[in-house]
């Protein structure tokens, strides 16, 4: 067994069946493109305000169980920009001297740093914010977040938005992680172009695979791009969320369950219904942020490599669940242990495929050897694990995820869905 696994005791398999500790071999995708009829959507914030968070710190239970207070002796994502392609990002209290404005592509009244659905605001908070006059606590709240404001939802026209121009714009400017907690059901060619731009000048992307799982499913764009992480949500027990879609596009899964979210336009409340891959997302980018603070001279590749390496799960990574991808994201091995192996800088993890840049916002690392085993490329056939991790915290890795329970995910979809093969995609 190799040294990062060590330690680590799974139990379940993908169909829930008792096996002995995994082997890790290689990693696996591609993407299909099924340009399906949709409109681009939030993909976020559960639909109505509940219960007013009254405390919002004991509504963040992923602080506890990521280990934040320890992550944070080590690393709290200082040095390191996060893009949040959004509604924009007010400054609350929360987020004084966090933001920074990029760009604003609406026609709306204010700018970048004018959040005119609290949602962008919400994503910002859960990356970088400070947590002061009683607002939400970012997992990197020493990393920076700049503002692309767009038009996201229905209530804009069929087009959706124009995040193709702010993924542009996010890739020209100095921020080396791209946080996108939105999707689409169409696949544009404009976005296309932007994301393959945004690879080629060395950014790290991430973006909500969608919330419509028991609905349609459809493919989620930006998230299906090969050269994007796509995020599912999970809930305090690592059970992938019951609105969390599917397919060969996931490749990672962070907390997305009850979390607390803003409740109004005007910032004056937390709601505890912060459901959605969107939160996932935001929460991806930032332990993303604390790995690349503690390494500056790793590019987008060795960062995202090592999450991957490092994730929870109890199936082999060469055969990534369709609903969790290579598991549950935790950034303590790395920080805490040293564990992951970051591969090479001009490689893509998740196609396997030399990229054209391999930047690091600073300087990139000479060399570093490849792993032992290459993870099968973003698009490649594999099979449909469904089943999260259910490894157990031990002395040297500290948080695992989760410090309750066995981590055990049962997405119940019909006894069918364990056995399907993933289709290939062609983007």
Same mark, same amino acid.
């Given at each position: 067994m190799s040294e990062d696994v060590q330690g680590m005791e799974p139990k379940f398999d993908r169909h829930g069946q008792w096996v002995e500790?995994?082997?890790?071999?290689?990693?696996?995708?591609?993407?299909?493109?099924?340009?399906?009829?949709?409109?681009?959507?939030?993909?976020?914030?559960?639909?109505?305000?509940?219960?007013?968070?009254?405390?919002?710190?004991?509504?963040?239970?992923h602080l506890d169980a990521m280990g934040a207070d320890d992550l944070w002796k080590?690393?709290?994502?200082?040095?390191?920009?996060?893009?949040?392609?959004?509604?924009?990002?007010?400054?609350?209290?929360?987020?004084?001297g966090r933001v920074q404005p990029g760009k604003d592509l609406t026609d709306l009244p204010g700018g970048s740093l004018d959040d005119y659905?609290?949602?962008?605001?919400?994503?910002?908070?859960?990356?970088?914010? +400070?947590? %002061? /006059?009683?607002?939400?606590?970012?997992? !990197? #709240? @020493?990393?920076?977040?700049?503002?692309?404001?767009?038009?996201?939802?229905?209530?804009?026209?069929?087009?959706?938005?124009?995040?193709?121009?702010?993924?542009?714009a996010a890739a020209d400017s100095d921020a080396q992680i791209i946080s996108m907690s939105f999707g689409s059901d169409y696949m544009y060619p404009e976005q296309k172009e932007a994301v393959k731009y945004a690879a080629s000048k060395g950014k790290l992307m991430f973006a909500?695979?969608?919330?419509?799982?028991e609905k349609k499913n459809f493919i989620g764009y930006p998230a299906a791009y090969p050269?994007?992480?796509?995020?599912?949500?999970?809930?305090?027990?690592?059970?992938?969320?019951?609105? +969390?879609? %599917? /397919?060969?596009?996931?490749?990672?899964? !962070? #907390? @997305?369950?009850?979390?607390?979210?803003?409740?109004?336009?005007?910032?004056?409340?937390?709601?505890?219904?912060?459901?959605?891959?969107?939160?996932?997302?935001?929460?991806?980018?930032?332990?993303?942020?604390l790995i690349w603070s503690k390494h500056p001279n790793w590019t987008a590749n060795q960062?995202?490599?090592?999450?991957?390496?490092?994730?929870?799960?109890?199936?082999?990574?060469?055969d990534p669940s369709m609903y969790l991808g290579y598991g549950l994201i935790r950034p303590a091995p790395n920080l805490l242990n040293g564990k992951g192996s970051p591969g090479p800088?001009?490689?893509?993890?998740?196609?396997?495929?030399?990229?054209?840049?391999?930047?690091? /916002?600073?300087?990139?690392?000479a060399s570093a050897s490849a792993p032992a085993s290459s993870p099968p490329p973003k698009g490649a056939t594999g099979g449909g694990a469904v089943a999260a991790s259910n490894t157990k915290p031990t002395q040297n890795d500290g948080q695992l995820w989760l410090i309750v329970?066995?981590?055990?995910?049962?997405?119940?979809?019909?006894?069918?869905?364990?056995a399907v093969m993933r289709a290939r995609r062609r983007v």
């Amino acid at each position: 067994m190799s040294e990062d696994v060590q330690g680590m005791e799974p139990k379940f398999d993908r169909h829930g069946q008792w096996v002995e500790p995994f082997s890790r071999s290689a990693r696996r995708f591609a993407a299909r493109v099924g340009s399906t009829v949709g409109v681009l959507a939030l993909v976020s914030i559960a639909l109505t305000p509940s219960a007013v968070a009254d405390d919002v710190r004991s509504q963040q239970w992923h602080l506890d169980a990521m280990g934040a207070d320890d992550l944070w002796k080590v690393s709290t994502g200082k040095g390191i920009k996060v893009a949040v392609i959004d509604t924009g990002v007010s400054e609350t209290p929360s987020l004084e001297g966090r933001v920074q404005p990029g760009k604003d592509l609406t026609d709306l009244p204010g700018g970048s740093l004018d959040d005119y659905d609290r949602h962008g605001t919400t994503m910002a908070e859960l990356i970088v914010g +400070s947590g %002061r /006059g009683g607002g939400i606590k970012g997992l !990197a #709240p @020493g990393a920076e977040v700049v503002s692309f404001r767009t038009n996201l939802g229905d209530k804009f026209g069929k087009e959706g938005s124009r995040d193709a121009e702010a993924i542009r714009a996010a890739a020209d400017s100095d921020a080396q992680i791209i946080s996108m907690s939105f999707g689409s059901d169409y696949m544009y060619p404009e976005q296309k172009e932007a994301v393959k731009y945004a690879a080629s000048k060395g950014k790290l992307m991430f973006a909500s695979v969608g919330n419509d799982r028991e609905k349609k499913n459809f493919i989620g764009y930006p998230a299906a791009y090969p050269s994007v992480t796509g995020v599912s949500a999970a809930d305090k027990s690592g059970k992938v969320a019951k609105f +969390s879609e %599917r /397919g060969d596009y996931v490749d990672l899964a !962070a #907390p @997305g369950v009850g979390l607390p979210a803003w409740c109004d336009e005007t910032f004056r409340s937390y709601c505890d219904d912060g459901d959605g891959t969107s939160a996932a997302t935001a929460i991806a980018s930032a332990s993303a942020a604390l790995i690349w603070s503690k390494h500056p001279n790793w590019t987008a590749n060795q960062v995202l490599r090592v999450l991957i390496d490092t994730a929870g799960r109890d199936w082999p990574k060469n055969d990534p669940s369709m609903y969790l991808g290579y598991g549950l994201i935790r950034p303590a091995p790395n920080l805490l242990n040293g564990k992951g192996s970051p591969g090479p800088a001009d490689v893509d993890p998740l196609t396997n495929e030399k990229t054209p840049s391999a930047g690091t /916002g600073k300087e990139a690392s000479a060399s570093a050897s490849a792993p032992a085993s290459s993870p099968p490329p973003k698009g490649a056939t594999g099979g449909g694990a469904v089943a999260a991790s259910n490894t157990k915290p031990t002395q040297n890795d500290g948080q695992l995820w989760l410090i309750v329970g066995s981590i055990t995910a049962a997405a119940v979809i019909g006894g069918s869905a364990f056995a399907v093969m993933r289709a290939r995609r062609r983007v």
